[in-house]
């Protein structure tokens, strides 16, 4: 299951501060056309030890006086198809308002559990005025205040409760085909590699006006080689649904991501990585996903002598502090290295779920230790007792210590980098963890 709560509901409600709230801090994104400022719409949080993804379905709409037709209804019906759980949110000291109404009835339609939100209940007075929201028709319905977060941890308990842990996937996976996510930004040439790939061309049309995208789900099966391509290719824009567009093709990748073993981030080898394209980087790596990154159309580029070496210099210094990835500069259209496209792909996902036995661990451990102990905090000795593989999809690692607080950031980065070069772990995001022993 993906691991996605939306937030929903017309504007001004609350939604962006009840997003900022559960993301840990303020964000925004800027638009590239004149006059544009909104709300970040997607971003990564954690309650109970289950780590999701929270969407907000800002209500920004250019040029529209129509707010429910333009930005409401497409929006929410994008959070329903994709979103594991929804939070409805209304404002009490408004009311139940026409457009409130509009957006319950088409919650109740579907399956998707919906949990209302009653915002701005931060006295007694609106405690009372809130039960009018029980008329909605909603059993899980919350009061709360998302710029106090009263309330807001009673509500997370509850949603959370609909997502799969990572741990509880692990058996599955180990009967699963890899699944691999080709994810960046429209006309980047997505469609172009899965067609080239597969050897044939795969459309579908959605009921979603203007867009035409690929199918989302192909099996590749070609040389020995057999995985499952979770495709987000082919929006195809219409100018009247531009930000609805837009809209879906993030949360489209952005499920994708979830889904996913390792990531194909394809970058246009004239654009560069942009805004977007650093976005599902950091998502990418957020969720512990394997990322192989993609330089398209790279036979559209005059080159030089060290064209290539400075070119994957630059975009590894664009893509920093996390630079350890394998770049390959291809051309879809032409076929050029595609192949090479899959086989590093697949190393990154052999690599990522790979176990290391505790003995090899700490007999590694032991000989960097020897070399290169940590320093001493604050005149106190500090000492990494054994380490050992906890069990998740990705590689992660508990280090047992006499004191956890004592380990300086520096010796972490120390650390993993000797992880990573001893077990080849290019292209994966580890996680370490430093407990009392």
Excluded at 49 to 73: C, L, Q
Excluded at 141 to 158: A, K, M, P, R, Y
Excluded at 316 to 334: C, E, G, T, V, Y
Aim: proline share 3%.
């Amino acid at each position: 299951m993906s691991n996605i709560i939306a937030i929903v509901g017309r504007p001004n409600v609350g939604k962006s501060t009840l997003f900022n709230r559960l993301f840990g801090e303020r964000q925004s994104i800027i638009d590239d056309t004149s006059g544009v400022t909104r709300d970040r719409i997607y971003g990564t949080s954690e309650w109970n030890g289950k780590v999701f993804t929270i969407i907000d379905t800002g209500g920004f709409v250019k040029h529209s006086e129509d707010v429910f037709e333009a930005a409401i209804r497409q929006q929410v019906k994008f959070a329903i198809d994709e979103a594991s759980a929804i939070i409805f949110m209304v404002d009490v000291t408004t009311g139940i308002t026409d457009l409130d109404e509009h957006v319950a009835d088409m919650l109740r339609r579907q399956k998707k559990q919906v949990y209302l939100a009653v915002n701005k209940v931060d006295n007694h007075q609106r405690m009372l005025q809130a039960n009018e929201f029980y008329g909605l028709g909603f059993e899980n319905t919350f009061f709360l205040s998302s710029i106090s977060g009263s309330g807001v941890g009673e509500l997370l308990d509850e949603v959370v409760q609909v997502f799969d842990i990572a741990e509880n996937e692990i058996e599955k996976e180990k009967n699963q085909l890899p699944q691999i996510a080709i994810v960046g930004q429209p006309n980047v040439g997505k469609s172009t590699l899965l067609n080239s790939l597969v050897g044939e061309e795969r459309n579908i049309v959605t009921d979603i006006p203007g867009t035409t995208r690929d199918a989302i789900h192909t099996v590749y099966n070609k040389f020995g080689k057999e995985f499952l391509l979770v495709d987000t290719a082919g929006i195809r824009r219409k100018t009247k649904v531009h930000e609805d567009l837009e809209f879906y093709s993030v949360i489209r990748a952005i499920k994708s991501l979830e889904e996913c073993d390792v990531c194909i981030l394809m970058i246009d080898a004239r654009t560069g990585v942009e805004a977007q394209d650093s976005n599902l980087f950091t998502l990418a790596i957020k969720k512990r996903k394997g990322v192989v990154i993609v330089v398209n159309k790279w036979d559209l580029v005059e080159k030089e002598t060290n064209t290539m070496a400075q070119y994957e210099k630059a975009l590894r210094h664009k893509l920093a502090p996390f630079n350890d990835l394998p770049i390959l500069f291809i051309s879809a259209q032409n076929k050029q290295r595609i192949f090479q496209v899959v086989e590093t792909v697949l190393d990154v996902y052999e690599r990522r779920k790979q176990k290391i036995k505790t003995s090899d661990l700490n007999e590694f451990m032991a000989e960097l230790l020897e070399k290169n102990p940590p320093p001493h905090y604050k005149g106190k000795l500090v000492k990494i007792k054994y380490v050992t593989q906890i069990p998740k999809p990705y590689p992660a690692f508990a280090f047992f210590v006499n004191n956890p607080d004592y380990i300086q950031k520096s010796y972490k980065q120390y650390l993993e980098n000797q992880l990573r070069e001893k077990y080849n772990f290019t292209g994966i995001p580890i996680s370490m963890f430093f407990k009392v022993n």
